[in-house]
């Protein structure tokens, strides 16, 4: 597995949210389509900013005139799960698998296991007493500090998740709506008394993560800067996609 990197010349283009989106998704299209292999990456977005899940509907995760009246950008990724908020303060981590590594992984409790076994030891190291719960969250002192969604193809899938570690909780909560569907464990408490940032640092988390998934050498993200760029045009730049549910 190499860790895909955004060099120098790219990071203007890629502070955009749909850059970033458009990435996770050009990754596992390429592997899908055999012109890369496995890869996994950590990154943030410099301003805050609503995702959606693949099939979230717009008008019941989110407070769309809340995040209109603050410039908070509303965008939509290509896998499942529900509404987050990115931003600075919350690191995203992103990997593809192959399903020939591990053809377990097509099953989807499985894909679950494999991923967060790896980003629960690296948090670990940092936060001994963090834990898993629910389906694939990560939590400390019985509250959620990690989400964590996948996309599952032929060949390969793509799992990526938040680790909120300085986010802007009280934005959190104004931005996102109830949740639609909630882990047992939730007991109904609303964003503000659920979500908590924890105490890591993020770039040991980064080189932990990678220890983790067995990172070799790199891969920059101009080998797939067209893949990229048709889908900003296609899809992530366009409100169409963002507000089609």
Same mark, same amino acid.
């Given at each position: 597995?190499?860790?895909? $990197? #955004?060099?120098?010349?790219?990071?203007?283009?890629?502070?955009?949210?749909?850059?970033?989106?458009?990435?996770?998704?050009?990754?596992?299209?390429?592997?899908?389509?055999?012109? #890369?292999?496995?890869?996994?990456?950590?990154?943030?977005?410099?301003?805050?900013?609503?995702?959606?899940?693949?099939? &979230?509907?717009?008008?019941?995760?989110?407070?769309?005139?809340?995040?209109?009246?603050?410039? $908070?950008?509303?965008?939509?990724?290509?896998?499942?799960?529900? &509404?987050?908020?990115?931003?600075?303060?919350?690191?995203?981590?992103?990997?593809?698998?192959?399903?020939?590594?591990?053809?377990?992984?097509?099953?989807?409790? !499985?894909?679950?296991?494999?991923?967060?076994?790896?980003v629960l030891a690296a948090v670990q190291r940092q936060l001994p007493s963090a834990t898993q719960q629910g389906i694939c969250d990560l939590t400390f002192e019985d509250r959620k500090f990690s989400g964590n969604a996948l996309r599952v193809c032929r060949r390969h899938l793509l799992y990526h998740g938040t680790v909120l570690y300085?986010?802007?909780?009280?934005?959190?909560?104004?931005?996102?709506?109830?949740?639609?569907?909630?882990?047992?464990?939730?007991?109904?408490?609303?964003?503000?008394?659920?979500?908590?940032?924890?105490?890591?640092?993020?770039?040991?988390?980064?080189?932990?993560?990678?220890?983790?998934?067995?990172?070799?050498?790199?891969? &920059?993200?101009?080998?797939?800067?067209?893949?990229?760029? &048709?889908?900003?045009?296609?899809?992530?730049?366009?409100?169409?996609?963002?507000?089609? !549910?």
């Amino acid at each position: 597995m190499k860790q895909l $990197v #955004i060099t120098p010349e790219l990071r203007a283009q890629f502070a955009q949210p749909a850059y970033q989106l458009a990435l996770d998704e050009a990754s596992l299209v390429a592997a899908e389509a055999g012109e #890369i292999g496995p890869t996994f990456r950590t990154w943030e977005l410099q301003r805050p900013a609503v995702v959606l899940g693949r099939s &979230s509907k717009i008008d019941s995760e989110t407070d769309r005139e809340y995040c209109r009246e603050q410039g $908070v950008g509303i965008f939509r990724r290509c896998s499942g799960g529900a &509404s987050i908020v990115a931003g600075p303060g919350c690191m995203m981590y992103s990997v593809v698998l192959s399903l020939e590594d591990f053809p377990e992984a097509a099953k989807i409790d !499985h894909a679950h296991q494999i991923v967060m076994s790896r980003v629960l030891a690296a948090v670990q190291r940092q936060l001994p007493s963090a834990t898993q719960q629910g389906i694939c969250d990560l939590t400390f002192e019985d509250r959620k500090f990690s989400g964590n969604a996948l996309r599952v193809c032929r060949r390969h899938l793509l799992y990526h998740g938040t680790v909120l570690y300085a986010a802007d909780l009280a934005m959190l909560q104004r931005c996102l709506a109830f949740a639609p569907r909630q882990p047992d464990y939730r007991e109904g408490r609303d964003h503000g008394q659920f979500v908590t940032n924890v105490p890591l640092d993020p770039q040991v988390l980064a080189i932990d993560l990678a220890t983790g998934f067995a990172v070799e050498g790199k891969i &920059s993200a101009t080998n797939l800067l067209a893949t990229v760029e &048709s889908l900003v045009q296609d899809r992530y730049g366009q409100a169409k996609w963002h507000s089609r !549910h």
